[in-house]
């Protein structure tokens, strides 16, 4: 997101944490700090970023998560998080984005598991995530990590019963963005609001 007042509706809307994407090939691409004020995790998303973009970037935007969904290798993340530890003096969290199209994709999280805080299960696909594309969540069943991870892939306002049913002692939370979108970067506050209701009050 990149808009302030939209990011403002979000956040009253129920959101937790508030995606920026720092990738200069998206659409979302974020150019300018929004005032998003304080009580909401603020998460930069980059793809193949070298250490001086991300430590910049964490420290402009004042970000709590770093999300990376390039083609980082562990020695890399291993190498940013001493780097931004030294740089910010505050924890910046790292979760690692896993494309995900069969059950042998899952397995990719045993390579990363000792230098990120989480995982993201995304849907494979051409472009860098975004797609609105769902992939078979039951294939989660093969992660046996330690890590919590987000849910991720193409979940739409309609999807709150689908996402009521899938259960998995690590998942900490739901991924939404293009389905949820008027535009690229602009949410629909009154959608992401529904589906949170929907959600919370299923669950007690």
Same mark, same amino acid.
């Given at each position: 997101?990149?808009?302030t007042?939209?990011i403002?509706a979000?956040?009253e809307a129920?959101?937790?944490?508030? /995606?920026?994407i +720092?990738?200069? $090939?998206?659409?979302?691409h974020i150019?300018?700090v929004p005032?998003i004020?304080k009580? =909401?995790?603020?998460?930069?998303?980059?793809?193949?970023?070298?250490?001086e973009?991300?430590i910049?970037?964490?420290?402009d935007y004042?970000?709590?998560i770093?999300?990376?969904h390039?083609s980082e290798?562990?020695e890399?993340?291993?190498?940013?998080?001493?780097?931004?530890?030294s740089?910010?003096?505050r924890?910046?969290l790292?979760?690692?984005a896993?494309?995900?199209k069969?059950?042998?994709d899952?397995s990719c999280y045993?390579q990363?598991e000792?230098?990120?805080? /989480?995982?993201l +299960?995304d849907? $494979?696909?051409?472009?860098?995530g975004g797609?609105?594309?769902?992939?078979?969540w039951? =294939?989660?069943?093969g992660?046996?990590?330690?890590?919590?991870?987000?849910l991720s892939g193409?979940i739409a306002p309609d999807d709150a019963?689908?996402?009521?049913?899938?259960?998995h002692?690590?998942m900490?939370g739901?991924d939404?963005n293009s389905?949820?979108?008027?535009?690229p970067g602009?949410?629909d506050a009154?959608?992401?609001?529904?589906f949170?209701?929907?959600?919370?009050n299923?669950?007690i």
């Amino acid at each position: 997101m990149r808009d302030t007042e939209n990011i403002r509706a979000v956040i009253e809307a129920g959101a937790d944490w508030i /995606g920026m994407i +720092f990738w200069s $090939k998206s659409p979302r691409h974020i150019t300018r700090v929004p005032d998003i004020g304080k009580g =909401v995790k603020r998460v930069g998303v980059f793809v193949d970023a070298s250490e001086e973009e991300i430590i910049a970037a964490a420290g402009d935007y004042a970000l709590d998560i770093v999300q990376l969904h390039g083609s980082e290798t562990p020695e890399s993340i291993r190498s940013l998080r001493q780097t931004i530890a030294s740089a910010t003096k505050r924890d910046v969290l790292i979760f690692k984005a896993i494309s995900i199209k069969s059950a042998s994709d899952v397995s990719c999280y045993n390579q990363y598991e000792d230098c990120v805080d /989480g995982f993201l +299960f995304d849907t $494979k696909c051409k472009t860098v995530g975004g797609s609105g594309e769902h992939f078979d969540w039951n =294939v989660l069943t093969g992660y046996k990590g330690s890590k919590p991870f987000l849910l991720s892939g193409g979940i739409a306002p309609d999807d709150a019963q689908r996402v009521l049913q899938f259960a998995h002692p690590m998942m900490i939370g739901i991924d939404i963005n293009s389905r949820f979108e008027t535009a690229p970067g602009m949410k629909d506050a009154q959608a992401i609001k529904q589906f949170i209701e929907q959600i919370k009050n299923n669950r007690i």
